[in-house]
């Protein structure tokens, strides 16, 4: 496990839940990181302010990483404050409601697939040179979902079918930029309670319901996936690449 003391990291949506509190425990271990938000500032803020009384570098931003220009924009803005990026953390994603196969339309169908792919496509592409220039190597965490692996709940298919080629992209792409020290790979969270995800879109009953199947007889939080975002994050010079990470329970075994 390699020292993340001043390593620079690029991290999307750490505003709240499985974003924030893996930018706060990168910080914690030494990074500089410039943090980008979509939805609110208070998370970022204290970010920095925490990166700041450590002697560290921080910044944050919004954009709407849909778009490419935007993203261009921020990601290099991102690679000028921090001196370059060694780590990647693809976070942001949504299901944005739920929706059985009748009720899907071509406006919601898109929109799903823009929020959890076109802005992983985008941030990537965008962050690649700088990735390949990174001295040590570097490494690529995609945020993907037990949904990815499992099918996920009825009324969240097109989020499910996402989800799922978010695991496939992290394979090719691992073996497309391993040549140039890039490691790719991604978690796939379970049942994480306390973030907007869960907040808007589980119910209670069914959360409980759910915790029910799982062996460890718990839901997780972000802290569990936020450690195992930092593991990878740490092995930038390692051999683990291609890999997901299961973090749910033990609910679903490979």
Request: proline share 2%; net charge negative; charged share 20%.
């Amino acid at each position: 496990m390699g020292c993340l003391k001043n390593k620079k990291v690029f991290i999307t949506g750490a505003e709240q839940g499985i974003g924030f509190h893996s930018a706060k425990q990168l910080i914690e271990a030494g990074c500089d990181i410039y943090i980008h938000y979509f939805n609110g500032t208070e998370g970022p803020e204290e970010l920095v302010a925490l990166a700041n009384s450590l002697g560290q570098k921080a910044m944050y931003n919004f954009a709407d990483l849909r778009n490419e220009e935007a993203t261009k924009h921020c990601v290099n803005e991102a690679a000028d404050f921090l001196d370059g990026i060694d780590i990647l953390i693809n976070n942001v994603g949504g299901i944005v409601a739920r929706k059985w196969l009748g009720d899907i339309d071509n406006k919601y169908w898109q929109t799903v697939i823009d929020i959890n792919m076109t802005t992983m496509l985008n941030v990537t592409q965008a962050a690649l040179p700088y990735l390949k220039q990174a001295e040590e190597g570097s490494s690529i965490i995609n945020l993907a979902s037990l949904a990815g692996r499992s099918g996920g709940h009825s009324g969240s298919l097109v989020y499910s079918m996402t989800k799922g080629a978010v695991l496939t992209w992290t394979r090719s792409l691992a073996a497309e930029l391993g040549e140039f020290g890039v490691r790719v790979n991604a978690v796939a969270p379970g049942l994480i309670l306390g973030t907007r995800f869960h907040n808007q879109h589980t119910t209670k009953e069914s959360a409980q319901d759910t915790i029910k199947g799982i062996p460890l007889k718990r839901a997780g939080n972000s802290d569990d996936v936020a450690r195992t975002i930092k593991f990878l994050a740490s092995e930038y010079d390692g051999f683990i690449s291609g890999a997901t990470i299961d973090i749910n329970g033990g609910v679903y075994r490979m």
